[in-house]
């Protein structure tokens, strides 16, 4: 029997109601949607990134199990946040129209012909892929500067404001969630204010490879040429995907020869300096020297606090400013994980109906942290077991028996708890060594010791003494 992505959401969701909170399922579940189904993926969205990822995070496992039951075969189940039509503007990326064959410039004679032969069929859908747009929220103005980011910054307000004149190409370079494809995106934003009729494009460099890939299968690799090169300004995002792969470096290469020749600007990113990218050809690295290459580097603490502030304010949250301190000071690496952050705390806050108190915050980012570190197993399932009937005073093989006394289930519970937190087995694995539960049993246990740790007072520091015990480190009596 096939299903259809909404039936199979609705049979899911019936399955997995009896084993989730009320308010969780309300929360997290009740408004989400079935976008497609393939063979062993359902796909389904939220109504915002923070909904997705805690979605995912906390009952991916559980929604895929009940997937895999129903449809007797392996399932995955992604979880993609709804795209709100303020986070994406409509269309201010103009395209110019295809080809004027008198326009070709120089680098098409020479261009390669071994790729430009039909390939294999591909759907003709693709060639249309949707062409992203600039993020509305990428602007000048939202774009915190700190002694981080200062000279990038500047670059890229010059460049903007006199394109193709200063620095060609424009580079910014640097780890991931630096804030460069946000810089890239606020030149178009402003080339864009400057002369409403400029002709601007983003792409990635991977949608650049694609997009030139449909267009050799569907003939139309002048168009694909002509589109590009007749840009004024051309935004690529994330060279360093162009490593290895030839011919789309070789089409690249003619690309920038044309814009640069016609004084185009030229934006590019990556995640290193140009002479730094291995497995680009010499041509094209010696031409990413010839203007601006600049790197974004980590924030300092101030520069973390002013974002958090600013962030705050454009999306209308109150957050107190010890909070601000706290995740500042806990979150050092990226400007993505200033933002994951706030999301989990207002994720969490929200879960649990708890104000974002500075002792919240702080317990909440430890946990983020400890669960984001590789852990060494410091103990093992059968210890745990062991530590726990002790603990509970009942026997440590009545835990995988089918006993039900009070004091048993409750050390059960307890103990598949810790196993999941200390030693992150998955859930079916728990079940089997507790005489074979199954994992959805599981799961309701875990959330069972979740809420009353929450709750009991009392309860919460016999786990978190266990929790001592077993792994030598103070335990976290927040849930997650
Ligand atoms: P990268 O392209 O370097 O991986 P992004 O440009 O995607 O990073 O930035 C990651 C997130 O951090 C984005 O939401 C972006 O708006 C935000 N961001 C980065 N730097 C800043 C900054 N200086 N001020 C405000 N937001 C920033
Ligand atoms: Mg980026």
Known sequence: MEMTAAELWEHIRSAVRESIPDHAYASWIGGVAALALTDDELVLEAGNRFKAEWLE??????????????????????????????????????????AHAST???????????????????PLEDARSPRPSLNQRYTFERFVVGTNNQLATAAAGAAADRPGRLYNPLVFYGGVGLGKTHLMHAIGHQVLRNNPDARVAYVSAEQFMNEMITAIQRGATAQFRA???????????????????????????????????????????????????????ERLVSRFEWGLAVDLRPPDLETRIAILRRKAEDEGLVLDPDVIECIAHSCTTSVRELEGAVIKLLAVSSVWNKEITPDFA?????????????????????????????????????????????????????????MRHVLELPLAEIGNRFGGRDHSTVLYSIRKVEQRMEDDREFRTRVSDLLQTLTGTPADPMVH
């Open 57 to 98: 995070d906390k009952y991916g496992e559980l929604l895929e199990a009940r997937g895999t039951d129903i449809l007797r075969r392996r399932l995955k189940v992604t979880v993609r946040a709804s795209t709100s039509p303020d986070a994406f503007a409509p269309p201010s990326v103009r395209l110019a129209p295809p």
């Open 104 to 122: 070709a410039p120089d680098g098409l004679r020479d261009a390669p012909r071994s790729w430009a032969h039909p390939g294999p069929s591909m």
């Open 227 to 281: 589109r590009y090169r007749e840009m004024d300004v051309l935004l690529v995002d994330d060279v360093q995907f162009l490593k290895g792969k030839e011919s789309t470096q070789d089409e690249f290469f003619h690309t920038f020869n044309a814009l640069y020749d016609s004084h185009r600007q030229i934006v590019l990113t990556g995640d290193r300096p140009p002479q730094e990218m291995e497995g680009v050809e």
């Open 362 to 418: 702080s317990r909440v980012l430890d946990l983020r942290r400890r669960e984001r570190e590789p852990r060494q197993p410091q103990t093992s399932p059968e210890r745990i077991k062991e530590e726990t009937a002790q603990a509970w005073r009942v026997r440590a093989d009545a835990l995988s028996a089918k006993t039900r006394t009070r004091s048993v289930t409750e050390a059960r519970h307890v103990a598949m708890y810790v």
